[in-house]
C-alpha cells in the first residue's frame, strides 16, 4: 500500500509546481507541453499554436511558414525572425543568415527544447528592448525549424513514422557507414527532403547551421564518415577556442572522433554539399527527471549563450578579404590583403574589370589564411591596366568545395610605379615641363646674380679708366 501511494505521489508531483507557473503572469516563457512533463517535453499542436501567436503578435520580427509535411501530414513550422522593416543591415550590406533545426529524433525532446529557446530568446529579447536581441535581428536573419519530426515527436520514438532515422537519410555518403534505419534512399522521407530543399532555395548562403540534439553533452562538427579534420578545421578549431576560453567547457570535436562513425547527418550534408559552417548540438540526455522543474532558460541556459555567441558573432565564420593596396611596378603586381574572417580560402583570385564590364585579367588562384594578412605577386603587363577600369575579388567563403561564390568590389585605387612612366611624369627628365620652367627659372636666377657680382668690378674699372683720362 505504501508502495502505492508513492507512486502516485510521485506521479502528482509534477502537477504542483505546474499550477504555480501558469498562475504567475511574469513567466511568458513556459515550455508550451504536455502537463506531466512541462519542462521538457511540447506536442506538435502545442508548438503549434505558440508559433502561431508568436506571428500574430510580433508581425515585425516573425514570419511564419511551412517548408512540407511529414509523413503523417503535420506542418514543418518555420519560424523566420529578423526587423522586416528592412531588407539589409543598416550599414547596407546583405543580412546575415543563420539556419537551425530540432527535433530530427522525436524523442529527444531537450534537443527541441533548445530549437525552441533559440527562437524564443530573440523574440523576448525585442519585446523586452534587449540590445544584443534588437541587433541580432537588425542585422541577420534567424531560421529556426524547432520540430522535424513531428510524429515521431507525438508518439515518443526516435523515428519517424515510417521507422526511419531521420538523421541518417541525407543525401552524403548515405548508408555507408554501420547504422540502422537510414531508410530505402537518400531523402526517401518527406520531413528530410523538406529541409533540403529549403535549405537550396531559401538559405543557401546561410553562415551557419545548427542542427539540435539530445544524448551526449558535446558540439560535433564534420566529419562523421572520417576521422580526419574537415578542410575548414582552423575555423571549427578557432570556435573551439573561444567557447572553451570563457562561455563554456562543452567539449567540441570531430563527430567520427567525439561520438562513432556516423553517415547520412544533416551536420556533414549542410558542411559538405552546402558548405555551410555545421555543429551538432548535442544537450545531455537527462530529460526526464523526477521532481525536477528548472525552467529551460535555466536549464538551457549554458547552452543558449554557446548558441547566442555564435550567432553573434556569424559574421566572422566566412573569409572576409579586405584588400589594403594594389601597386603595379615594373610587370609585378602586389597585392597586400587581410582577412577579417575566422575561415580560410584556398582559391581567391584579382580580378581587373575594364570600363565595358568586360573581366580583362585575372589573376593566378591564391589562398588567404584565416584572421591573417597575405601579400602575393603576379607577373602582369602594366600597359593592360586603364585608369577607368576597377578591381573585383573572386572568392570562396571557406575552403570546402561547396562552399558558396563571392564577388566583391575592391575599393582601393591601384598604384603606378614604372621607370620610364615616372620620369616623364613625375622624376626630373629632360622634357618634363616642370623641369624646364625649373630650368629657366635657375638660368635667370643665376644670370640675376652674375650681373650682381660684375657690377662693381664694372664700376671699379669706370673709376681706374677716368683717373688715367685725368
Not at 46 to 62: C, F, H, K, Q, S
Not at 113 to 136: F, H, P, T
Not at 304 to 325: E, G
Request: glycine share 8%; charged share 20%; aromatic share 10%.
Amino acid at each position: 500500500m505504501r508502495v502505492a501511494v508513492c507512486l502516485i505521489m510521485c506521479m502528482l508531483l509534477p502537477l504542483v509546481p505546474l499550477s504555480t507557473v501558469q498562475a504567475d503572469e511574469t513567466h511568458d516563457q513556459a515550455w508550451p507541453g504536455e502537463p506531466v512533463d512541462n519542462h521538457v517535453h511540447m506536442t506538435w499542436a502545442a508548438m503549434t499554436l505558440e508559433v502561431n501567436d508568436w506571428a500574430d503578435t510580433y508581425p515585425e520580427i516573425v514570419d511564419l511558414i511551412s517548408i512540407g509535411e511529414s509523413e503523417l501530414g503535420k506542418a514543418l513550422w518555420v519560424v523566420r525572425l529578423s526587423d522586416w522593416s528592412t531588407e539589409t543591415q543598416p550599414d547596407g550590406s546583405q543580412k546575415e543568415i543563420i539556419y537551425i533545426d530540432g527535433g530530427h529524433h522525436g524523442n529527444e525532446y531537450l534537443g527541441t527544447a533548445l530549437a525552441w529557446l533559440s527562437a524564443k530568446w530573440y523574440i523576448n529579447g525585442w519585446a523586452e528592448g534587449n540590445e544584443e536581441a534588437i541587433n541580432v535581428l537588425q542585422s541577420s536573419e534567424v531560421h529556426v525549424l524547432i520540430m522535424l519530426n513531428p510524429d515521431g515527436n507525438d508518439i515518443d520514438t526516435r523515428w519517424n513514422i515510417n521507422q526511419v532515422d531521420l538523421n541518417r537519410n541525407y543525401d552524403h555518403y548515405w548508408n555507408t557507414c554501420p547504422t540502422t534505419q537510414p531508410g530505402s534512399a537518400a531523402f526517401s522521407e518527406s520531413e528530410t527532403l523538406a529541409n533540403s530543399v529549403y535549405m537550396n532555395t531559401v538559405v543557401p548562403e546561410a553562415d551557419l547551421y545548427v542542427t539540435m540534439h539530445t544524448g551526449v553533452w558535446i558540439m560535433l562538427y564534420p566529419w562523421g564518415k572520417w576521422p580526419e579534420q574537415p578542410p575548414d578545421w582552423e575555423l571549427f578549431h578557432g570556435i573551439r577556442e573561444d567557447v572553451n576560453g570563457g562561455i563554456s567547457e562543452i567539449p567540441i570535436q570531430n563527430a567520427n572522433q567525439g561520438l562513432y562513425p556516423n553517415c547520412g547527418t544533416s551536420r556533414d550534408y549542410g558542411y559538405g554539399a552546402m558548405g555551410f559552417p555545421t555543429f551538432t548540438f548535442e544537450t545531455d540526455d537527462e530529460q526526464f527527471v523526477p521532481g525536477s522543474f528548472e525552467d529551460l532558460n535555466e536549464r538551457l541556459g549554458e547552452e543558449m549563450d554557446v548558441m547566442r555567441y555564435l550567432i553573434n558573432n556569424v559574421w566572422y565564420w566566412r573569409a572576409r578579404l579586405d584588400v589594403q593596396s594594389i601597386a603595379v611596378e615594373d610587370d609585378m603586381l602586389t597585392l597586400d590583403i587581410v582577412n577579417h574572417g575566422m575561415a580560410s580560402t584556398a582559391n581567391a583570385s584579382l580580378e581587373y574589370i575594364t570600363a565595358n564590364g568586360e573581366v580583362s585579367w585575372a589573376s593566378p588562384l591564391f589562398e588567404v589564411n584565416a584572421s591573417n594578412s597575405s601579400v602575393v605577386s603576379f607577373a602582369v603587363n602594366d600597359g593592360m591596366f586603364g585608369a577607368d577600369g576597377t578591381w573585383n575579388l573572386n572568392y570562396q567563403k571557406r575552403v570546402i568545395n561547396a562552399a558558396t561564390w563571392v564577388n566583391e568590389t575592391v575599393n582601393v585605387t591601384a598604384t603606378y610605379d614604372d621607370g620610364e612612366q615616372d620620369r616623364f611624369l613625375t622624376g626630373f627628365g629632360l622634357f618634363n615641363p616642370l623641369s624646364v620652367l625649373a630650368t629657366i627659372i635657375g638660368v635667370a636666377a643665376f644670370s640675376n646674380e652674375r650681373d650682381l657680382r660684375r657690377k662693381p668690378d664694372e664700376i671699379e674699372d669706370d673709376e681706374r679708366n677716368a683717373t688715367h683720362e685725368n
